[in-house]
């Protein structure tokens, strides 16, 4: 039998649909990753070396960096997740007055992190607004009472942990607007008789949302949180913000640090290294997350 | 005392809007009972306060002889089966059945031998470990009424469940869902805005319009002897003719003239009417309450033919507006003069009350 042949030239070919997209990501993705990955991969004089990479794994503020990045991307990944769908499955009752409500919860998101950031530095002071807060309303006095604190909270003297809890807290308070407004979406594409069929049959309303309303929209959860977890592991402006840099270390703060207030060919690759470090946990991170989502997927398309 | 008792039930929205004004009915165990009516006129509204998905605003409801309105809607003691199916699209088939059963805390074993037999009965076996969106929208259908009778509810309640298949398979899912009712012996409400599947499924219908009850029936009571204007024409397909029509008394004898005919009436209806003299009043006639022949009293033209198999539905001009006329005289045609003449199973209605006099 003749085969039939349907082979066209390259240039008829689909391939040449997305070749323009393929040329840009050559040129403005692929050719600075590359440069990167070379520059991280010579030496000052400009053999091959792995000096840099080295000296990467000798900085002292590598392991805190990394440890301090990844505690917050989970930890704020985690209550922003839970915080953003008690808040959507609030509003989503539609209740009076739950579009101003709405509004109201917009507002963090229209402030750029920079100003987030002054916000807070001033804010956190030992006599800022937020202990001013504190103290007219009679929680200070509270807590005082109660023996958990002993006059104005000094929140900038936080270390460590505490510090990085101080972070997750303020940049929940800066994104959670636009995590809920994702899971509110999905929720309001859920067709609401699949909530009502479990109370029918004998769900309460805790085991309604366990065991019905996340599986079902769990692709758009899994998408609200990828898109922040990387954000997560990309923190640095609010912590230098609040805490200066060199004083709580995270991976990208690291990149700004070594690249701003160090003029050597060495300290300049050492902050090109750690942006490809940076870049491959991004790429791990949305990798897992998307196979994930893939399972959630499976079945039911 | 009655199974299920609907007591002066009322559901108003924001205050204002009153979607059901006022419900009372009773149902015996193991009736088939169906709310009947257009869209908006409060017959879900009051299928959701029995399930408890929404609050009520006035009266009571009872589920042998125990007031329900205050129990969360899994406290109830009902299933629900709903019109999207709400066939949860995560879970397998097996899954969606069990889910009930297993926030019950059953046995594995027991779960899996109910689970087992409703999938027998709803005829979904094969099915048992695919997923939703693997089924038609029959079968979709099916594992929601699997799912509905594992959890042997004292009521059942179905929310238009067959308005998304198409006309066919609707026909034959009714017939299925009517022998379900009659093998496992269940009390059922079911929803539906379309008269067809209330008359071949119901023990009675129950007929309401903009939040009030206008006839609870069988459905030959309904069809038959229809209470209200509107259940004369909501019912029936094509629905019934209304006439404007004067009485007059002559002498012993009682007429009904309209401006292209006239007739003197049955005489059950004579004495009832005799004190309408004068006054218009409606006459209702169902399509097929009329002959068509050469000795009928009203003459007119053919305008539409619609032939349906069985029998023909012909338009007809009389007294300025179109009437529908069911006819087995099959070989009528566009134009044909014929004479319509009227059987006497006509009704006629109070024509400010809407009311049925006789």
Sequence with gaps: MDKIKTRKPFWKSPYMLVLPALIFYLIFWAGPVFSAVKEVFTSVDGGFSFETIFFLFEDDKFLPALGNTLLFAIVSIVLQFLLALALALFINRNFKGSS???????????????????????????????????????????????????????????TGFKAIMLLVLIDTWTVLPSVMIIILAGLQNLNKEYSEAALVFGATRFQTVKHIIVPIIKPTIITALLLRIISGVQVWLIAVMVFDFDTVPFLVERIVYYNKFFYTDE??????????????????????????NKKAERGRT | MSYIKLENLRK???????????????????????????????????????????????????????????????????????????????????????????LRKLPKE?????????????????HLERYPSQL??????????????????????????????????RVSMRTDLKRIHQDLGSTSIFVTHDQSEALSLADRIVVMNQGVI?????????????????????IGSPPANFFDVTVLVKGDKVMLSAKS???????????????????????????????????????????????????????????GKEIKVVTDKLDLQVGQKIKLGLTDKYIVFDKDTTNRIY
């Design chain 2, 110 to 126: 027991q779960i899996k031998k109910i689970v087992d037999e409703v999938a027998v009965i709803c005829d979904i076996k094969e």
């Design chain 1, 100 to 158: 101003f409500f709405l509004f109201l919860m917009m507002i963090p998101m229209a402030i750029p992190i920079a100003a987030v950031g002054i916000i807070w530095d001033t804010g956190l002071t030992e006599s800022g607004w937020f202990n001013s807060i504190l103290s007219v309303t009679g929680i200070q006095w509270f807590l005082d009472t109660i023996g958990i604190t002993d006059g104005a909270i000094l929140w900038k003297g936080a």
């Design chain 2, 214 to 234: 206008e006839q609870i029936g069988t459905p030959n009571e309904i069809y038959h002897t229809p209470e209200s204007m509107f259940v004369a024409q909501f």
């Design chain 2, 261 to 319: 005919f006239e007739f003197s009436v049955k005489k059950e209806l004579e004495k009832k009417l005799k004190e309408y003299d004068g006054k218009q009043i409606v006459l209702a006639a169902r399509p097929e309450n009329f002959t068509v022949d050469k000795t009928g009293l009203i003459e007119t033209e053919i305008i539409i033919v619609e032939p349906q198999g069985s029998h023909i539905v012909i338009n007809v001009e009389v007294d």
């Design chain 2, 12 to 102: 108003v929205y924001n205050k204002t809007i009153e979607a059901v004004k006022r419900f009372d009915l009773e149902i015996d165990k193991g009736e088939f009972i169906v709310f009947l009516g257009p869209s908006g006129c409060g017959k879900s509204t009051t299928m959701r306060m029995i399930a408890g998905l929404e609050t009520v605003t006035g009266g009571d409801i009872f589920i042998d002889g125990e007031s329900i309105i205050n129990l969360e809607p899994r406290d109830r003691g009902i299933s629900m089966i709903f019109q999207s199916y709400a066939v949860w699209p995560h879970m397998t088939v097996f899954d969606n059945v069990a889910y009930a059963l297993k």
């Design chain 1, 267 to 292: 300290y300049f690759k050492l902050s090109v290294a750690y942006s490809i470090f940076v870049m491959m946990l991004v790429m791990t991170i949305a990798t897992i997350f998307l196979s994930a």
């Design chain 2, 136 to 169: 038609s929208g029959g079968q979709r259908q099916r594992v929601a009424v699997a799912r509905a009778i594992a959890v042997k509810p004292k009521l059942f309640l179905m929310d238009e469940p067959l308005s998304n298949l198409d006309a066919k398979l």
